[in-house]
C-alpha cells in the first residue's frame, strides 16, 4: 500500500518527446519488444545490486533471491514487470527516465529522415530501452525504492508519453522497481498468459534470474482410480525462463536463436549479429568469452567519447560493463562479454588497468576477435559487408598493434586499378597472386579521393606495364601506410615517391631507351634546375609518365604529400618539403619547351610545369593566381 503525497509535474527533455513520438510509430510493426527491454532492464538492475552488495550485504535485507516477475491483470488491464533489484532514488529517476544521457544524441536526431522505415533501423541502433513502453500503453506509471532506502522515500513516476510526467514520493516496501503498463484499448492480447510467456521464451530465455509469473492454485485432483488423488498445489511464483547464464551453459545446448537474443540483450542492438564465437579457455587463465560482431556500425563508431569494450563478470557476478581493457581501440566495434574466474571480486577500472590478469586476457580475446575474422574473411560477401561497415575501424590496427601486424594486413581490404570501381575489396594476397614477373614490391597510392587517385599521372607507368597499384583514399590511409611497409616479405611503396625503380620490370630495349633518353635531355635537366632553382630539390628525367609532361614526387625519406595535407588540417606547422620535380622527355610540350632558345621564356614554360604538376598532385596552389597569369601570358605568346 501506498500513500501517495503531492505530485510535482516535469517536462521531458525534448529528444525524448522526439523519440516517444517515432518509436510509437516506427516500431509499432514490432511492439512485443518492450517486453524484451524491461525485463532486460530488470536484469541490469539485479546484476548492479549484486556488485553493490559484494561489499554491503546489508543491501539484500531479506530478500536475497533476485527476480524479476510478470503480472497481468485483465480488470485493470495492465501488465507490471516488478524486479527486486537496485531501485533508483528520485535524482536517478529523473535523469534515468526523462533525459537521454547518451553521447552523440543530437547527431543521431539530425539523422532521422522522417521515413519510417529507415528510422526504425536507427532507432534499433540507438536503443530505445525503456521508453519501449509506450508503444503498447498510454499511461506508464513505475514505483521505485532504492536499495538500502527507508519505504517511505520510494519514488512514483508517471506519464502517458506525450510532453510530461509527474512525480511523487510514496512508500513502497520492498526495494526495487515496478513498471506497471496501462496498455492500450487495442493491445489486450498482452493480458493473455500464453502470449506473455511465448514472448519470454523467444526474447528472454537467456536472462540469468528467474523471470516468474503467478501459477494460480490447483485444487485437488481425482487421479487415475477412484482412490488416487493428486495433492493440491498451492498458489506460486513459477520461473518461466532457464535462469541460467547464457555463457556458462554448454555451447552444444544453446541455438542461435538464444545467442542472438543474448546479443541484443548486452548490446542494445536491434538487429542480428554477423557472426559470434562463445569460448571456455582453462589454463594459465580461466574465463569465458562472448563475442560478437555487429553487423551494423552503431551510431557513435566515431565519436571519441562514445563507450565500448565488454561486459565484465568475474565468477558470473556482473561487474562493469564496458570494460575497455580486453579489446584494442581497432577492435572496439566487438559486443560481447568476459567472465574471468582470476579476477578479484573487488576489481575496479584503476585495478583492472595494472593487473597482469588483463593483459593476457586482453591478448586472449584479441586474438580470438581476430580469428573470429580470419574466419568470416573466407565468406567473400560477409565479409564484404563487415568491411563496408568497419573496415575503416581495422586500419587503425597496425599502427595500434604490433604484435598483429601481419594477421590484421592479411585482413585489410583495397580499392586498386585491377577493377574498375572503388569498392575496397582487393587484399594484399590478392595482389601478391597478380604480381608481374619481376615485381618483388606491393605498389600503392594515396589521394584526396578515389577519382584523384585513379586519374594521378604516377599511375601512367604502370598501367603501361599492367602493374596493379592499390588505391587508397580514406582519411585514415597515410596513417596506416606509415605502419604497414611490408606484407609476406613484400615491401609496400608508394609510387608518388622518388627512388622508385621498376627497372627489374623493364626489358633490355627499355633499358636502352631510358638511357638514351636520359643522355640525351641531360643538358635540357640543367636549365631546368637552373631555372627552377631553390624551389625544388632536383630534376630528373622521368620514367613513370607517358601522358603528361611533367610530375612531382617526394624524395623517398620526406614526409609524402598526403601527409603534409592531413597535418595541415588539423593545424600543425609542418617544416617545408622541396618536390623532386621529373619531366617527361617524350611529351610534346617539354620537347617544345626543351627547344625554346630564349632563357626568360624557358624559365617562364618550366614554372608553368611545375605549378601544374603541383597542382595535380596536391589538389592546390600556394599562389593560384600568379599561375593562371603565368599561363595565359603563355597562351597568348602561342597565338601570336
Ligand atoms: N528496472 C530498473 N531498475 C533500475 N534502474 C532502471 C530500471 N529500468 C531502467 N533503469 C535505469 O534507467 C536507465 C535508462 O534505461 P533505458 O532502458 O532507457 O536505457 P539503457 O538500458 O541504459 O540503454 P538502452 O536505451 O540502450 O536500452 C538505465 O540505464 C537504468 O539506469
Known amino acids: 500500500m501506498s500513500e501517495t503525497a503531492q505530485k510535482q509535474t516535469h517536462g521531458f527533455q525534448a529528444e525524448v518527446k522526439q523519440l516517444l513520438q517515432l518509436m510509437i510509430h516506427s516500431l509499432y510493426s514490432n511492439k512485443e519488444i518492450f517486453l524484451r ?16 552488495a559484494l561489499s554491503d550485504a546489508s543491501l539484500y535485507g ?25 531501485g533508483m532514488t528520485e535524482q536517478e529517476v529523473i535523469d534515468n527516465l526523462g533525459t537521454i544521457a547518451k553521447s552523440g544524441t543530437k547527431e543521431f536526431f539530425s539523422q532521422l529522415s522522417g521515413d519510417q522505415n529507415k528510422d526504425a533501423n536507427l532507432i534499433g541502433q540507438f536503443g530505445v530501452g525503456f521508453y519501449s ?10 514505483r521505485t525504492l532504492k536499495a538500502g532506502a527507508a519505504a517511505e522515500q520510494a519514488v512514483e513516476w508517471e506519464s502517458t508519453g506525450e510532453g510530461e510526467y509527474s512525480l511523487a514520493t510514496v512508500k513502497k516496501e520492498q526495494r526495487g522497481t515496478d513498471i506497471i503498463l496501462h496498455l492500450r484499448d487495442d493491445e489486450h492480447e498482452f493480458l493473455e498468459e500464453y502470449k506473455v510467456k511465448s514472448i519470454i521464451t523467444k526474447y528472454s530465455d537467456h536472462i540469468s534470474i528467474p523471470v516468474e509469473m503467478w501459477q494460480d492454485e490447483q485444487p485437488e485432483q481425482k487421479g487415475e482410480t477412484e482412490e488416487d488423488t493428486i495433492a493440491a498445489v498451492p498458489g506460486h511464483w513459477q520461473a518461466i525462463n532457464k535462469a541460467t547464464a547464457l555463457w556458462t551453459r554448454d555451447k552444444s545446448d544453446i541455438s542461435d536463436e538464444e545467442y542472438q537474443e543474448f546479443y541484443k540483450h548486452i548490446s542494445h542492438d536491434w538487429t542480428e549479429p554477423m557472426s559470434w564465437s562463445h569460448n571456455k579457455v582453462e589454463g594459465t587463465n580461466n574465463y569465458t568469452s562472448l563475442l560478437y560482431i555487429p553487423k551494423k556500425a552503431p551510431f557513435d563508431l566515431w565519436n571519441r567519447d562514445a563507450q565500448h569494450g565488454l561486459k565484465l563478470y568475474v565468477q558470473r557476478v556482473f561487474i562493469m560493463d564496458d570494460a575497455e581493457e580486453f579489446m584494442p581501440s581497432y577492435l572496439r566495434f566487438f559486443k560481447g562479454l568476459l567472465d574471468s574466474s582470476d579476477l578479484p571480486l573487488n576489481v575496479s577500472r584503476e585495478i583492472l588497468q595494472d593487473t597482469k590478469v588483463t593483459q593476457s586476457l586482453r591478448k586472449g580475446c584479441t586474438n580470438r576477435a581476430l580469428k573470429m575474422l580470419e574466419k568470416l574473411a573466407k565468406d567473400g560477401d560477409s565479409y564484404q559487408a563487415f568491411w563496408n561497415e568497419f573496415g575503416q575501424v581495422l586500419k587503425e590496427g597496425p599502427a595500434e598493434d604490433f604484435a598483429n601486424k601481419d594477421k590484421i594486413a592479411g585482413l585489410l581490404r583495397f580499392a586498386s586499378t585491377h577493377n574498375d570501381d572503388a569498392s575496397q575489396n582487393v587484399s594484399l594476397s590478392d595482389y601478391l597472386g ?31 606495364k599492367g602493374i596493379e597499384v592499390l588505391l587508397l583514399s580514406d582519411r585514415i590511409d597515410e596513417w596506416l601506410m606509415q605502419h604497414l611497409t611490408e606484407f609476406e616479405q613484400k615491401k609496400l611503396r608508394s609510387v608518388a615517391k622518388g627512388g622508385l625503380d621498376l627497372s627489374k620490370l623493364d626489358d633490355d630495349a627499355d633499358k636502352e631507351a631510358h638511357k638514351a633518353s636520359e643522355e640525351a635531355f641531360a643538358s635540357t635537366i640543367e636549365r631546368f634546375k637552373a631555372a627552377l632553382g631553390e624551389q625544388v630539390k632536383d630534376v630528373k628525367v622521368s620514367h613513370r609518365l607517358t601522358d603528361s609532361p611533367a610530375c612531382v614526387v617526394t624524395d623517398e625519406h620526406d614526409m609524402s604529400t598526403q601527409m603534409m595535407k592531413l597535418m595541415e588540417s588539423v593545424g600543425q606547422t609542418i617544416p617545408e618539403v622541396k618536390p623532386i620535380f621529373e619531366v617527361n622527355p617524350d611529351h610534346l610540350l617539354v620537347k617544345h619547351v626543351a627547344d625554346e632558345q630564349d632563357e626568360s621564356r624557358f624559365k617562364e614554360w618550366a614554372e608553368v610545369l611545375l605549378e601544374q604538376a603541383l597542382l595535380a598532385e596536391r589538389g592546390s596552389l600556394k599562389n593560384p593566381a600568379t599561375f593562371v597569369g603565368r599561363l595565359n601570358q603563355l597562351l597568348l605568346s602561342l597565338t601570336k
Not at 532492464?41 to 549484486?50: T, V
Request: aromatic share 8%.
Open 37 to 52: 527491454e524491461l525485463v532486460s532492464n530488470a536484469s541490469d538492475a539485479a546484476d548492479k545490486l549484486r556488485f553493490l
Open 62 to 86: 531479506d530478500d536475497g533471491e533476485l527476480r524479476v516477475r510478470l503480472s497481468l491483470d485483465k480488470e485493470a488491464k495492465t501488465i507490471t514487470i516488478s524486479d527486486n533489484g537496485i
Open 133 to 142: 513502453a509506450f508503444i503498447v500503453a498510454d499511461k506508464v506509471t513505475v
Open 434 to 464: 597478380r604480381m608481374k614477373e619481376g615485381q618483388d614490391e606491393i605498389f600503392f597510392l594515396v589521394a584526396d579521393n578515389y577519382a584523384a587517385a585513379k586519374h594521378s599521372p604516377h599511375l601512367e607507368v604502370f598501367r603501361k
